[in-house]
């Protein structure tokens, strides 16, 4: 096989799983230089790019090398063998997948990818809850800064909040910062949750009347809710759960059409893995994931920025939070 066959083969290979949402012009114009930039520099670096189901479908299926959601990437995160992980998601993540490899060198391509959720609430909040609510335990969603996870009994995530809640065995529980996450968690199990007002400014958009007026436009379409989505939002779906949980949910019972109540990105991710699929898009964006992009995470592999850390005194408390999680 001559050279330029070879090249042509591994290109063909890398633009393979993104061929159903763009051209290949489009892809070769705009995508593609960053992209064997990006493995080239991986194999240098010795790195592992973690992406979050947001993420792009240039990023998500073309240079990364563990995708997943929040408790998908905090757990691989844990077994990672490269020395250098690469977070394409917001810096809470980038700060999860630190606490769990102190040793190695973490960056997060855009520090300034925040989250509205992790925003919403100091540790000097959550101080005040506890001495408001004496012996209530906390359970903070990952959707939080170190220092919030610091002042935590045990942390959870979209995916596994009502198995966190209900193994602890008590009739009350303190359920920051997502106050929509909670009341959805408390309609499930019937514990009750002392909340805080925190909201992610994309799922708290949606609305009830909005995804009925997508069942009259579209007969028939499977809605599948994030439990981010106000309460009322999540009644009017099939199902709700976490990315991962919709993600199994389309790959194993492929719905003739589906609506996504969530970021805009995972249907195009989803779309690309489910071609006898449907995806009806209601289209809102989060503009924290998306200041990661091909170019900044090319830029960040090249100078080894921007580097996560975490102050030595917050990192034991933190660390124990996310651990307990990770053990149930």
């Known amino acids: ?6 090249v042509r083969d591994r290109s063909d290979a890398l633009y393979a799983p993104v061929s159903r949402l763009m051209t290949r012009e489009d892809w070769e114009q705009n995508f593609a230089n960053d992209i064997r930039a990006i493995l080239r520099l991986k194999r240098e670096r010795n790195a592992v790019i973690l992406a979050h ?4 479908p240039e990023i998500f299926h073309c240079i990364s090398d563990i995708r997943g959601d929040s408790l998908a990437l905090a757990r691989e995160a844990q077994r990672a063998e490269e020395q250098v992980i690469v977070m394409a998601g917001v810096h809470f993540m980038a700060e999860t997948a630190k606490l769990m490899n102190p040793e190695k060198t973490v960056l997060i391509p855009d520090s300034m990818a925040g989250c509205s959720l992790a925003e919403s609430i100091t540790a000097e909040n959550v101080r005040a809850l506890k001495a408001t609510y004496p012996g209530v335990p906390v359970v903070t969603y990952v ?7 610091a002042e935590t009994d045990i942390c959870c995530t979209s995916g596994n909040a009502r198995k966190i809640v209900e193994s602890l065995g008590v009739p009350r529980v303190i359920m920051i910062p997502d106050e929509f996450l909670a009341q959805n968690i408390q309609n499930e199990t019937g514990i009750e949750m002392l909340t805080w007002p925190g909201h992610c400014e994309v799922h ?4 009830p009347l909005e995804i009925r007026q997508y069942r ?14 106000p309460p009322e939002v999540v009644a009017e779906a099939d199902y709700a759960g976490s990315t991962a949980g919709m993600m199994e949910f389309v790959a194993t019972r492929q719905p003739k059409k ?14 690309a893995l489910n071609p006898a699929v449907e995806f009806v898009r209601p289209c809102n964006l989060c503009p924290h994931m998306k200041r990661i992009t091909l170019s900044s995470i090319r830029r960040a592999l090249e100078n080894m920025e921007e ?7 917050l990192f034991p408390q ?11």
Do not use: W
């Not at 589906?258 to 779309?271: F, G, H, I, Q, Y």
């Not at 933190?318 to 149930?328: C, D, H, K, Y």
């Open 143 to 149: 959707n939080s800064s170190v220092a919030v996870k």
């Open 216 to 229: 009259r436009m579209h007969p028939g379409v499977v809605v599948l809710a994030h439990p981010e989505c």
């Open 204 to 207: 708290e958009r949606f609305t």
């Open 307 to 313: 580097e996560v850390t975490i102050p030595d005194e």
């Open 1 to 6: 096989m001559d050279q330029m066959t070879l």
């Open 53 to 56: 189901n947001y993420q792009t």
């Open 258 to 271: 589906v609506l996504l109540v969530t970021e805009c990105s995972m249907s195009d991710n989803l779309a």
């Open 318 to 328: 933190a660390r124990r939070a996310v651990e307990r999680m990770l053990a149930i």
